[in-house]
Each structure stands twice: as structure tokens, then as C-alpha cells.
């Protein structure tokens, strides 16, 4: 029930705490961001004088594009979402297809060591993995060995898929619950009459059950290119045992690096808020692109 | 078939896991039961290496293999765990309780009240309130750590238990879930036979909204445990003061100044095993709840 004039205000009361809270950890933040964004801060030549601030306009901005180093990290971003389509999406969509097909106990095993990792704080995560990348300590690395096979895990050319490898074992078992969830919620009885008229496992799986989960892989597309963007914790722990990891590895690493190591607060929030639009700018323009989701209407 | 990104509540022809007959036998069983086994070695690989070297003292976790156990000593690298650095561990661990705790309850309830403000009234912005809502949700939670430590900065509470205390409160997907299940599973007469009855409109929230959306209650409690335990970008920029960091922060700086000190490479992974103990909790008990709150997105 929608009702206008006396319960009015109720509605409004009870969103009121969460919007005043809601500004002030996003709209504020955000807008300062902004302004901070567009000036500089100037100190002088021998640190005598307070340093000044004057408007800058969109230096800042230019200042990050410019930057080779800034550039590079954003192109790590489109490497990583690349990685992330057959890892992130195709994968957790076999996952599920699989665990869809299976039935009894194992079922309900599989899914909750797969989804186990997602409980696992990245920083965390990442400091095992650390551990099973570094020669001498690590199974795998020894394993491989013995069979011959010699990979560093953390040199330039390596280092990113481990990044991303990571992630995957994070995330993967998320992806693919929700995936499956979406499979559960077909009914049966589309599934049954695929069977009679004689359509195979793979065929209705391919043919009948993806299509209907469409919706599910769209989001679950949308979560993880926001992901992409935010990549933090991973290549943080990882610099300390791969140097191939530079200050700027990454957007928010840059960031990062802009507003503690070289004090340059008004780059670092030019940088957090590119950051934002562009990852606010894929993920919408993906869901208006599939025509799902939230802004659908 | 209309596509949208919803919480489906209760519908009685979808297949629930168990009640699914099964299909026939056939032949790519088995190769299927081979590939589901080995993602469940990727997957379970680095929790049995953490669990194994949890065991270990430094020097065995250099010298002897990864995958079994050399001179088990857990009990001793637990004791030492919550002893070294006066007692560090053991701080973190209830800072990480606050704020996982406090952050997702207080969360939970400014949520579904904001939910069910959305959902079931009118008032003047409600639009606008629930457009900005959902922009929230698409912006990443770490492009905001850095606006929100120099709005931190600027109001004078960096490096106190506010600055991430304060931003775990907010969560717009859950107000997004809240209302989409609101809306599926409160019937409107209920909330007007209380009215009616004349119930207030808080009681009437207390009493009927709530038991009526448990299943949304606890997802949204969960995810946001979860996800405050985990995070690791708003404390590192906004703490400096060891007794007040989380465990993912305090176990980083311990592993920082590992090569100078080397106990800490075993005390490191004894501190990971049982930080995830909680969450690995957690999340099973997320998983009795998963199909009613992450069908989110699902076909309608």
C-alpha cells in the first residue's frame, strides 16, 4: 500500500537513519573527493612557508592519464577482466552446471568447498598463496619441480596470473552459487519436458538451462568487472615477495601509493574518483547493454 | 520472459535442491565426478596447507613438505599466537568482533528499515532516495575508502575505532535486497489489519516486518560480516594505532616484518587458521539461507 498525506513522513522516517548515513559515508565523501580532486597544494621552495592550496581544474586528471606508470595500471585492469571472463564467469558457470547434474550428498560437499573461499579475508588468502608461490616453502612449486616442470609464479610475466589466480579461488565458488541458485529456480517441469522430447544432458543444459540463467551470469558479470577495478589486498602482500609488483601496480594500489608514499593527496583522489566512474560507468553500461537488472525500467 | 534483478520468495514450481528427482544415469558421470573432485582439490588445497602448517614451527615450515605434518606443535604456535607482541592477537580479534558485529547488526537494521520504508510507503524523494541507492551499489567499496579517510581527516576521527566502525554501518545492497523482499513476501493486508488493530507504526515493524523477512535479515547480516571481516583498504588507511586494527591488518604487519623477526612466519599462518574459523562458520550457516537470499538476480 502506497499512501500519500498521513503516513507521509512514516516512510520517510524510516529510511531517514540509513540516507543520513548513506550521505555521509557516499554523497560526502564523494563530493569532497571531487573538490579535493580539482586543487593542488603547492609547498614552497624551502618548506619555510606553509604549503599552498590554489584550484587547478582538471590538472590532477590529466596529470594520472599522463602518467605512464598510472596507465599501465588501468591496462592491467583490462588484462585482469580478460582473465576474469574464463576464470570468473565461465568457469563458476560450469561449476554450477556440474553440481546441477550431480545429485546425493557429493553435491552439497562440492558446493561448500567451493564456496569456502569466499569466507576467506583476501588478505588472508593472499598471504597462503604467497606462501604456496615461494620456492622453497610451497608444495606446488616442489611438485612441479619434480615433474620438471621449473615456473616462478612471480616474475613480471607470471606474477599478474597469479594475482588473478587468487582471486579466482576467492571468488569463483561465490560466482557460482549464485549461478546455481538461478539453476534451482528453473522448473522442473521445463526441464522434464526438454528430457522427453528427447534433448541429452549437455543439450539441456546448453540449450534450455544457460539461456534461463542469463539474468544470474549478468550479474554475476556486472560484481566481478566491479571487482577488477577494486584489486587491492592481493598485489599488496604479493610485492613483498615479488618486486615484479610496482607501487602503482594496480588503480587503487596507485591511489594508494599517491596519498601515503609520495603525499600527493590531490592526485590520490583524482585517481580514487576515476576509479569510481569508471567502474560505475562498465557495470551500468553492462546491465543497460543486456537490458537486465536493476535499470532495466 | 521478463528479466529482473530480484529476490524470489517462495515460489512453489521452482525445484528446491533436495526434493529434485533424479536423472538418468549416463555416461559422462564419471568424467563429470573427476572434474568436480579436482576443483575441490584447488579449491581445498590452500585451507589443508593452512591447516597443516599451522602445525609447524618456522623452521619446519622451511625445511619439511608442504602437504604433511612435520613435529606438530599447534597448541605450543597457539599459546605463542596470542602471547607474542603483548597479547596483539587477542586485541585484534575482538577489534575484528566490533567491528564485523556491531558494523553488520547496526547494518541490518538501518537496511530493512529502509527497505521497508521504500517498499510499502510513499513519501516525497522516495525515487530519487532508492536511485541513489542502487548508484551506491555499483560503486566499489574501495574507490570510497580514500574520499571517505579525507572526509575522515578533515572531521579529526582518523585512527579511531569510528573511522571504521562508522562506514561498515552502510549497506545499500542490503537495503536493495530488503526492499525487493519486503515488497515479494509482506502482504500489504497484514500491515493494514495492524493498523486497524492500532498498532504503531513501530511496533507493527518490530512485530510483523521483521519475523515476516528473517530469511533477508540474516543474509544481509551475513554478507555484511563477512564482507567488514574481510575488508582490509578502509582500516589500513584509516588506523595507525596497533590496538586498534583488525585481524586482516594486524596479521599484514606481522607478515611485513617477518624476514626481521622469523617467528612470525609460523605465527602468521597460526593467526590466518583461526581468523578464518569464524567466517568459515559464517558462511556455512550463509549457505542455509542461500537460496532465499542469493537467488538475487535470478529468473522471474
Known sequence: MRRRGRTGWVGAAFVAPFAVLFAATYLVPVGYAIQFSLFRTRSSGLGLAPPTTHFAWFANYVDALQDPGYRDSLGRVVLILLGFIPALIALPVLMALLLDATRGRLRSFFRTVYFLPYGVPGVIGSLVWAYLYTPGISPVVAALGHAGVHVNFLDSSTVLWSIVNVVTWEFAGYNMLIIYAALLAIPADVIEAARVDGASERQIAMRVKLPLVRPAIVLVGVFTAIGGFQIFAEPLVLRTIAPAITANYTPNLSAYTEAFANNNTNLAAAEAVLLAVLAFVLSFGLMRATRQGAFAR | ?300
Not at chain 2, 532516495?129 to 542502487?134: E, M
Not at chain 2, 497484514?190 to 521483521?210: K, P, Q, S, T
Not at chain 2, 587458521?273 to 559464517?282: E, I, N, W
Open chain 2, 1 to 300: 520472459m521478463s528479466a529482473e534483478l530480484t529476490a524470489t520468495v517462495e515460489r512453489p514450481p521452482r525445484r528446491v535442491e533436495r526434493a529434485r528427482q533424479a536423472p538418468r544415469q549416463y555416461p559422462q558421470g564419471l568424467i563429470r565426478t573427476t572434474i568436480l573432485f579436482l576443483l575441490a582439490a584447488y579449491f581445498a588445497l590452500p585451507m589443508y596447507w593452512l591447516a597443516v602448517s599451522s602445525t609447524k614451527s618456522t623452521s619446519s615450515l622451511f625445511g619439511s613438505g608442504g602437504l604433511w605434518f612435520s613435529h606438530p606443535q599447534f597448541w605450543q604456535n597457539l599459546a605463542s599466537l596470542f602471547r607474542y607482541d603483548d597479547r596483539s592477537y587477542l586485541q585484534w580479534a575482538l577489534n575484528s568482533i566490533l567491528y564485523a558485529g556491531v558494523g553488520a547488526i547496526g547494518a541490518t537494521l538501518l537496511a530493512v528499515m529502509a527497505g521497508y520504508g521504500l517498499a510499502k510507503h510513499d513519501f516525497p524523494g522516495r525515487n530519487l532516495v532508492f536511485s541513489l541507492i542502487l548508484a551506491g551499489v555499483l560503486v566499489p567499496v574501495t574507490a570510497l575508502a580514500l574520499p571517505l579517510y579525507l572526509l575522515a581527516s578533515k572531521i579529526g576521527i582518523v585512527d579511531t575505532y569510528w573511522s571504521v566502525l562508522v562506514p561498515g554501518l552502510v549497506s545499500p545492497f542490503g537495503v536493495y535486497l530488503a526492499r525487493v523482499y519486503v515488497e515479494q513476501a509482506l502482504p500489504d493486508d497484514l500491515l493494514d489489519a495492524a493498523r486497524i488493530d492500532g498498532a504503531g507504526e513501530w511496533v507493527i515493524f518490530v512485530r510483523i516486518v521483521l519475523p515476516v523477512v528473517k530469511p533477508a535479515v540474516v543474509t544481509i547480516f551475513l554478507f555484511q560480516f563477512v564482507s567488514i571481516w574481510n575488508n582490509f583498504f578502509l582500516p589500513l588507511i584509516m588506523l595507525s594505532s596497533q590496538h586498534l586494527f583488525p585481524i586482516t591488518l594486524g596479521l599484514q604487519s606481522w607478515s611485513t616484518r617477518a624476514t626481521r623477526e622469523p617467528v612470525l612466519y609460523s605465527l602468521v599462518v597460526a593467526g590466518s587458521l583461526v581468523s578464518v574459523v569464524p567466517l568459515v562458520l559464517a558462511v556455512i550457516l550463509l549457505q542455509r539461507f542461500w537460496q532465499s537470499g542469493l537467488t538475487a538476480g535470478s529468473v522471474k
